[in-house]
Nanobody, 124 residues
Framework: VQLQASGGGLVQAGGSLRLSCAASGLTISTVTAAWFRQAPGKEREFVAA????????YYADSVKGRFTISRDNAKNTVDLQMNSLKPEDTAVYSC??????????????????WGQGTQVTVSS
């Protein structure tokens, strides 16, 4: 199983970026897919997830209304559209896949597959 994240970069505050996570070796529609991020000196934190059953989406409060997670079953990818970016969104973003129970959707330890990170830098 491989998860390949792409789309990071440098953007000014208020700008947008779209991250994409391409899966191979698993079918994205059969797992919960999520994005996590880790800023320097901080712990990894949950950003967004789309559950395998029903496609419900979940967001961290800090990104709600600005970020949108979506799943493309035909392409076997999960994207994260990030709008109205803020300097505090600067971090390495990683995609993950697994089958966490509903109450553990935001828990990184519940995800068994991880992609490499992609750097997102938002300048003020």
């Amino acid at each position: 199983v491989q998860l390949q994240a792409s789309g990071g970069g440098l953007v000014q505050a208020g700008g947008s970026l779209r991250l994409s996570c391409a899966a191979s070796g698993l079918t994205i529609s059969t797992v919960t897919a999520a994005w996590f991020r880790q800023a320097p000196g901080k712990e990894r934190e949950f950003v967004a997830a789309v559950r395998w059953s029903g496609g419900s989406t979940y967001y961290a409060d800090s990104v709600k209304g600005r970020f949108t997670i979506s799943r493309d079953n035909a392409k076997n990818t999960v994207d994260l559209q990030m709008n109205s970016l803020k300097p505090e969104d600067t971090a390495v973003y990683s995609c993950a896949a697994g089958r966490p129970i509903l109450s553990a959707t935001r828990s990184a330890s519940m995800y068994g597959y991880w992609g490499q990170g992609t750097q997102v830098t938002v300048s003020s």
